[in-house]
């Protein structure tokens, strides 16, 4: 497979201040990987560029972009508790959605197969209007708002396994049908950003488009791939979208820090490889993977590593013996039950 991969050496100098583990580090992690492993001859490396103030007003409210322009502008400073703004911040968090606007145009326009954006700042808790949770623009919103404005993608569906609820993706098309969100996380009784219930499913037409699978504490490979075989992929396939996009946040990785989650690798690799097949039986193989979360610098090089290669289709047939919990089982009953009934 002819894989993209998105990056550029200014993502490194964005901070979220010090001893912040939304560092650097953990792009050379990931890319220290790369290089080792021989995957960087094996990608289509791609440098991307900042994406327009046009293309960030496709999701986000124009004050919103002043607010972050003018903060920048004026040195930085605090946005929240755990989100501060540099001078440099405008400048990267658009280069990073430059770089999954770019990840999304190469799979439209046939450059690649497929491909992975390796970017940060990450996106998906910046609502329409509000930076949080380490986010300034939303990566993946604006990619998907770019395409279907740009490149005639009408459907698109967006996965996210992010050990966080991607609050801030489901705020942007909370009443858009045209957009599937599914958001897989960690119980939000348990965690940031304290939303991302099974009961908040989208509002007017936007209704049943929005999907939240809240799981508890200690929720493995196991369980996410039972929910993914034998309720997103039967969901996703009944959307019939033009464009998948995986949120890949490695902190559902079972090493991370912020999380409670025991995802592996080989967990990833499996979800990665049946959203893949779908994606080539749906619309012609275009997916993209973006990084949001993941903080243990080992299970974030490894997982990303592990993924890459299914992209590239080097890996090998992926097994998951495990039984998925009794919890889990009653999780897709009732989720099935919920959206059944919308559509
Ligand atoms: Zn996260």
Not at 45 to 54: F, H, Q, Y
Not at 97 to 110: F, M, N, T
Request: some cysteine; hydrophobic content about 35%.
């Amino acid at each position: 497979m002819n894989t993209a991969l998105i990056y550029h050496e200014d993502y490194l100098k964005h901070s979220a201040g010090p001893y912040h583990p939304e560092s650097k580090e953990r792009l050379i992690a990931i890319m220290e990987i790369f290089r080792q492993t021989g995957i960087l001859e094996q990608v289509n490396l791609l440098t991307p560029e900042r994406c327009s103030d046009e293309d960030i007003l496709l999701v986000h409210t124009h004050e919103h972009l002043e607010y972050i322009k003018k903060l920048s502008e004026g040195g930085g400073g605090p946005i929240d508790a755990d989100t501060y703004c540099r001078e440099d911040t405008y400048d990267i968090a658009r280069l990073a959605a430059g770089g999954e606007i770019l990840a999304g145009r190469s799979v439209i326009e046939k450059k690649a197969d497929n491909a992975f954006a390796l970017i940060r700042p990450p996106g998906h808790h910046v609502t329409k209007g509000r930076a949080m949770g380490f986010c300034y623009f939303n990566n993946v919103a604006i990619m998907i708002r770019y395409l279907q404005k740009n490149c005639n993608v009408k459907k698109a569906c967006i996965f996210d396994w992010d050990v966080h609820a991607a609050n801030g993706t489901m705020d942007i098309f909370y009443e858009d049908p045209s957009v599937l969100n599914i958001s897989m996380h960690q119980d939000p009784r348990t965690i940031y950003p304290g939303t991302g219930f099974i009961d908040q499913v989208g509002e007017k037409e936007g209704e049943g488009y929005t999907i939240n699978i809240p799981v508890p504490p200690g929720t493995g490979d196991a369980d996410y791939v039972y929910i993914l075989n034998e309720f997103v992929l039967p969901r996703i396939e009944r959307f019939k979208p033009d464009f998948i996009a995986i949120s890949a946040g490695f902190d559902s990785h079972r090493d991370d820090p912020l999380g409670s989650l025991s995802v592996t690798e080989k967990g990833y690799c499996k979800m990665t490889s049946s959203l893949l097949n779908l994606a080539k039986r749906l619309c012609q193989g275009r997916m993209v993977v973006e990084l949001e979360g993941g903080y243990n610098l080992d299970a974030i090089a490894k997982s990303t590593y592990a993924v890459i290669n299914v992209l590239l289709g080097l890996e090998q047939e992926i097994e998951i013996e495990d039984e998925p919990s009794k919890p889990i089982k009653d999780l897709r009953l009732a989720l099935d039950k919920k959206f059944n009934a919308l559509w």
